[in-house]
């Protein structure tokens, strides 16, 4: 993913060379040097983005603040690199919204579903960035997610991808969303697909 979205970024600031590019996801570290050294990428939001790139809008649009005042946030300016500080953890998931829920994005047009119900691990494996990134498991609620999958089903999606780093961590918690896919799925027309 990492150097397609290099290649993606090279030929956008070669046709518009002012536009900002901002990259975040797995990839985007404090300590992944290929893509901080990379000239055509402007901003790296690291850790949990969804406060920081409202902050990085709110920036862009008012211009109310700077740059080294965002946390979550790498930089360059007059060639040097700033690493803001980390932002800390939301406490609660549900504080950021359901971009299905919100119908910012549209499940029937794919037909496939990307979702998140848990968010991080208490392990530290060596070959994953969870652990490291995301040490504190929280979740979003039970509710949130059965008028995510409801919302799915009227849509006739056909493939939800659930992206948990541990879907299987709380067996009670697990039981009851499999029990919330079986009473929507009743007809299996929805492939589900997780790790564990």
Request: net charge positive; hydrophobic share 35%.
């Given at each position: 993913n990492l150097m397609r979205s290099l290649y993606i970024a090279r030929k956008i600031k070669n046709i518009l060379p002012d536009v900002k590019i901002i990259v975040g996801g797995p990839e985007a570290t404090r300590d992944n040097e290929l893509l901080i050294a990379n000239p055509y990428v402007d901003i790296i939001v690291y850790g949990e983005g969804e406060l920081t790139f409202v902050e990085l809008l709110k920036y862009f649009y008012h211009g109310n603040t700077e740059l080294k005042n965002i946390d979550g946030t790498i930089f360059r300016t007059n060639k040097k690199i700033v690493k803001n500080k980390q932002r800390?953890?939301?406490?609660?998931?549900?504080?950021?919204?359901?971009?299905?829920?919100?119908?910012?994005?549209?499940?029937?047009?794919?037909?496939?579903?990307?979702?998140?119900?848990?968010?991080?691990?208490?392990?530290?494996?060596?070959?994953?960035?969870?652990?490291?990134?995301?040490?504190?498991?929280?979740?979003?609620?039970?509710?949130?997610?059965?008028?995510?999958?409801?919302?799915?089903?009227?849509?006739?999606?056909?493939?939800?991808?659930?992206?948990?780093?541990?879907?299987?961590?709380?067996?009670?918690?697990?039981?009851?969303?499999?029990?919330?896919?079986?009473?929507?799925?009743?007809?299996?027309?929805i492939i589900f697909q997780t790790e564990i």
């Open positions: 800390k953890l939301l406490s609660d998931l549900n504080e950021i919204p359901s971009p299905y829920l919100l119908k910012f994005i549209t499940p029937s047009k794919s037909k496939y579903m990307i979702l998140e119900t848990i968010r991080g691990c208490p392990y530290r494996c060596g070959y994953c960035y969870y652990g490291k990134n995301y040490p504190v498991v929280r979740c979003f609620s039970l509710d949130r997610i059965e008028k995510e999958l409801q919302m799915a089903k009227e849509a006739e999606v056909s493939y939800v991808y659930i992206m948990d780093s541990l879907l299987n961590l709380n067996e009670k918690r697990l039981k009851t969303l499999c029990g919330i896919i079986k009473k929507i799925n009743i007809d299996k027309k």
